[in-house]
């Protein structure tokens, strides 16, 4: 692997400026060999400290985060020896939602008939958006079906994936070399090596893919390596003994999973990981759904990094490119809030229960996700036909 930094340290501050580029051929984007550190990192021994007063996470507000971070199941009613769902307003309360966030299946053709005059780029999560959210992180796979409608999908449209778990790892789920990968919440973007030319930015890396071909990578938060490795081993350290959690390091930020924790060690879990964000005030704690996450202190964040693939892209300050972002969790949201701000694409969020959000328009789950990729598909074919191309079976993944 080749891996330099085209200048000393990297710059880590807030956003930086992004000179006009594109990416040009967006299939030659390969995955690269460069990797954090694994999940199964070996744990140095560290001593553990006893968590501070539970009354910090209590009266900080984590505790009503972590219980509100995921939607609640229905109730059941155990009695008689059998198991009925008991009828709730959930239902009719979803309905009422969706008149604020319209489903985008049913709105397809209010979002096809602009998106037949400008260039649409789509921008997808992995967890809760491809995949279903599972008890083990690690068994979160994406369908062969939704795999299949991506593929399609970029057949014809710039696609990207930006996740919160490292750009190695959710590029080995999706497994596939047409798209962008943006990792850790956007911090870790891989593009095409001929951009490096005409930039001059700290946080610029070359590098080399597993085929051996020149990419760059653009790391806002490279200095934070160091640290993110510190707190990911004391988060293992301190949590090991907590039945159910689970630590992951994401490269450029680290999360605990607190899905398989009885929650009356939630509090515990939380307060252990606000005793050692206590020592590391360049770090700070999102709430995902049933997942704490440790992230550096910069500018940056997955709206960035759309707004950074788009100004590669070329689409920069265009009036004819339509970005849509489909995705289901709170860091979700900086995405939608850019292109809510900027008034000129489409976030849509996934979710099965109403939320706040700045998306425009929703769609149930994954299932769902899948049927407006493909229909997406059958859009550009369509399109294709009347302008006289008529794409081959052959040319779509199908069986
Ligand atoms: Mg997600």
Sequence with gaps: MDMKSTKGSPILADSVPINKSRLGIHSSLLPCSQSGTSFTTAVPSIPRKKPGKLDD???????????????????????????????????????????????????????????????????????????????????????????????????????????????????????????????????????????????????????????????????????????IDEVFMKLVE??????????????????????????????????????????????????????????????WDKGKAVEFLLESLGFSNCDDVLPIYIGDDRTDEDAFKVLKKKNYGYGILVSAVTKESNAFFSLKDTSEVQDFLESLVKMAQVDARKHGRSPKPSDYDTD
């Design 238 to 299: 301190t949590s090991k003994d907590i039945p159910g959690a689970k630590v992951e390091n994401h490269k450029f930020c680290a999360s605990v999973h607190y899905r398989n924790v009885d929650p009356d060690s939630w509090p515990v879990i939380a307060q252990y990981v606000h005793d050692i964000l206590k020592d590391y005030p360049r770090l700070r704690l999102t709430h995902g759904r049933k997942v704490l996450e440790i992230r550096p202190v910069i500018n």
């Design 57 to 227: 996470v209590c009266s900080n507000g984590w505790l009503d985060a972590m219980k509100s971070s995921s939607p609640p199941r229905k109730k059941v009613l155990k009695d008689f020896n059998f198991v009925e769902l008991v009828p709730d307003d959930a239902e009719a309360a979803y309905e009422s939602w969706k008149i604020r966030y319209p489903s985008a299946l049913n709105c397809f053709q209010t979002i096809s008939s602009r998106a037949r005059k400008r260039k649409l780029v789509v921008f997808l999560d992995y967890d809760g958006t491809l995949s279903p959210i599972v008890d083990d992180p690690d068994r979160a796979f994406m369908s062969n079906d939704m795999r299949r409608a991506v593929r399609n999908v970029a057949k014809h449209f710039p696609t990207a994936i930006i996740s919160g778990r490292s750009r190695d790892k959710v590029y080995e789920l999706v497994g596939l070399t047409e798209l962008y990968y943006a990792g850790s919440h956007g911090m870790d973007i891989i593009f095409p090596a001929k951009d490096m030319v005409s930039r001059n930015d700290l946080n610029y890396v070359k590098s080399t893919n597993k085929e051996g071909k020149e990419v760059n990578l653009f790391q806002p938060a490279r200095e934070f390596l160091p640290m």
